[in-house]
């Protein structure tokens, strides 16, 4: 059991039988009343965004997440397999449980699979990736000077918002918790 003054983002919790990771939490001390913590809890099964409000001093169970660092292989229909590196031992993810994490992902990748007690939950993405742009507007010469950005569809169908130097074929890297461009790999 942890005390939900002892909140840190990212922390996983056990409330009302579902697994949950701590996005934002603020401790409020009013004038007049208790104390409370108000946090934003993300659903790790279903990828749901919840706020809940905690008496201070209140306490909540703490999940012991699991990663695993896993290849991403190929996709066949809606369902990814994914492989262990070390024990060579394939698992495979519905497309409805990794919806987000798609955009991000390749071939050959190397990601974070989490696990609760045997139960695969979800992926862990870098915080970063390299993705090749598929299709953008071609560049003008001069452009660069208003700081304009412009959509860019990647290799992997996410699209995002690239400065205008950027051109068909770049090698981008793209910050995988906001979907922002970065840099040019």
């Known amino acids: 059991m942890i005390s939900v003054n002892d909140f840190k983002t990212g922390l996983t919790i056990e409330v009302d039988g579902g697994i949950w990771q701590v996005l934002e939490f603020q401790h409020v001390k009013p004038g007049k009343g208790a104390a409370f913590v108000r946090s934003k809890l993300r659903n790790l099964r279903t990828g749901g965004i919840q706020e809940k409000t905690f008496r201070g ?3 909540v169970a703490k999940a012991h997440i699991e990663n695993r660092k896993m290849q ?3 996709a066949s229909g809606d ?3 994914f492989m262990d590196n ?3 031992e394939q698992i495979e ?3 409805s449980q990794i919806e987000y994490e798609l955009k991000y992902l390749l071939e050959n990748m190397t990601v974070q699979i989490m696990t609760y007690q045997g139960e ?3 992926v862990e993405l870098p915080n ?3 993705l090749v742009v ?6 003008i010469k001069g452009d660069t000077a208003s700081g304009g950005t412009k959509p860019a569809t990647l290799e992997t169908g996410l699209i995002v918002q690239v400065p205008f130097f950027v051109n068909q074929g770049d090698k981008l890297i793209i910050d995988t918790r906001n979907a922002a461009y970065v840099s040019r790999a």
């Open 57 to 59: 001093g209140e306490k």
């Open 72 to 74: 991403y292989l190929y």
């Open 79 to 81: 369902t990814h397999t």
């Open 86 to 88: 070390e024990s060579y």
């Open 93 to 95: 993810l519905q497309a």
């Open 120 to 122: 695969t939950i979800g």
């Open 128 to 130: 970063t990736v390299e």
């Open 134 to 139: 598929a299709e953008t507007e071609p560049g």
